[in-house]
Structures are given as structure tokens and as C-alpha cells.
């Protein structure tokens, strides 16, 4: 295993309310990841990282921010949670070059 | 642009029955391609990968061959058990050395029956 921790693994929200979401990995891996996972739609990258301070759009990336600091950490904040981003969301690292990524466990949001 | 194209099921079989999960891809470059299985409640877990043309990866049984003039990736299994039951992904990277992580098809819900 990567060693890819997310927290929280739940959470309730109201909408309108900013949220974040934290990934910390112990492998020193350069790539990090977030994916939202809904039914019908697969995993969709919302922004990754490719070095600290180092970040960029994904698919699905409007109403979310990123920011990383850390090597070892990668977080995810919505601005002004929706109830469209009620979701499973997945952090991933990888070493890049076309190699495989390693998941966290996922945090289930849910914005009422 | 890259994609994955993969039946989505659910897939419902009995127990050692054989097993053919279909997996397309279109991508501009010379991918890598892989098969994760995400139990319920779980992140994903990486099944197997193919890094090159005419590869197979294979792991607990299940196998999957890079076929280039097909571009496809189709995951098998000759018995299948009632633990198999589970979301499997089919996803492909950019060897181009792209930062812009795995594409993902849209998954295949297996469910194997006693």
C-alpha cells in the first residue's frame, strides 16, 4: 500500500458552507490525485498536482480550489459547498511517467 | 483526447461461471492500461496492468491482454468465485509522461451468485 490517508472518511454539510478535505501520503510519490466518483460517470479528475505549490485543472474542477504545501499533502477545499457535490471523493498518488496510481480509502460528503 | 469505454452491468454470473469484462480505449499516445476492483466501501485496488502491446498482466486469476489493433484490454476469469463480487474499473495512463493521472471507464458492477 501507498500509505494514502483521507480525512475525514465522512462528513455532512449545509450548503453554501466551505469544506475541505485532506489526503497525506507517506511514499514521496511527485503525483497527487482527487477524483469524485458518482453512479454513471466513473472517477473524475477534479484537479491534481504535479509538485508542491505545483497544481492544475481536471475534468470536473469548477467550484473546487487545491493547494499543496507539503509533499506529502494534498488538499481539496469547496469554496461554497453545493448539493451537486454530494459525492465519494478519492485522493490517488502516483510516481507518474505512465505508471499506476494507489487510492485512499475515499470520503463520502454529503451537502443537504 | 483519451478515453475508456466499458460495459457498466451489472454483470450477474453463478459461481464459476467464466467471466468477460470488455474494455476499449482511445488515446493518442502508447498507454499504459490497468484493471482496478473497488469492493463495497472501498477505495480502488489495482488487479493488474499492462505497460507495452501484447502484454498480459494477471493477477488471482484474472488476466487481461494489451491488444493494440483492437485497442482493447478485456478482463477474463475461467471460474469465478463469490468474493469476486465487486466494481472493476478499466483505466488507462499516458507513458508520455502527461501529470494528468489515470482515465477511467465508467466501471462494471459484478455480481456472482452461490
Known amino acids: 500500500d501507498a500509505g494514502i490517508t483521507q480525512s475525514p472518511r465522512h462528513k455532512v454539510t449545509e450548503t453554501g458552507t466551505p469544506v475541505t478535505l485532506r489526503c497525506h501520503q507517506t511514499?514521496?510519490?511527485?503525483?497527487m490525485y482527487w477524483y469524485r466518483q458518482d453512479p454513471g460517470h466513473g472517477l473524475r479528475l477534479i484537479h491534481y498536482?504535479?509538485?508542491?505549490?505545483?497544481?492544475d485543472k481536471g475534468e470536473v474542477s469548477d467550484g473546487y480550489s487545491v493547494s499543496r504545501s507539503k509533499t506529502e499533502d494534498f488538499l481539496l477545499t469547496l469554496e461554497s459547498a453545493t448539493s451537486s457535490q454530494t459525492s465519494v471523493y478519492f485522493c490517488?498518488?502516483?510516481?507518474?511517467?505512465?505508471?499506476?496510481?494507489?487510492f485512499g480509502q475515499g470520503t463520502r460528503l454529503t451537502v443537504v | 483526447g483519451n478515453s475508456v469505454t466499458q460495459m457498466e452491468g451489472p454483470v450477474t454470473l453463478s459461481e464459476e461461471a467464466f467471466l468477460t469484462i470488455n474494455c476499449t480505449y482511445t488515446?493518442?499516445?502508447?498507454?499504459?492500461l490497468f484493471w482496478y476492483v473497488q469492493y463495497p466501501g472501498e477505495g480502488l485496488q489495482l488487479l493488474l496492468k499492462?505497460?507495452?502491446?501484447?502484454d498480459k498482466g494477471s493477477n488471482k486469476g484474472f488476466e487481461a491482454t494489451y491488444r493494440k489493433e483492437t485497442t482493447s484490454f478485456h478482463l477474463e476469469k475461467g471460474s469465478v468465485q463469490v468474493s469476486d463480487s465487486a466494481v472493476y474499473f478499466c483505466?488507462?495512463?499516458?507513458?508520455?509522461?502527461?501529470?494528468?493521472?489515470?482515465?477511467f471507464g465508467k466501471g462494471t458492477h459484478l455480481i456472482i451468485q452461490p
Open positions: 490517488a498518488t502516483s510516481t507518474g511517467g505512465g505508471t499506476e496510481a494507489f
Open positions: 511514499e514521496n510519490h511527485r503525483y
Open positions: 498536482s504535479y509538485g508542491v505549490k505545483d497544481t
Open positions: 488515446a493518442t499516445g502508447y498507454p499504459s
Open positions: 499492462a505497460t507495452k502491446a501484447d
Open positions: 483505466a488507462l495512463s499516458d507513458s508520455g509522461g502527461g501529470a494528468d493521472g489515470l482515465t
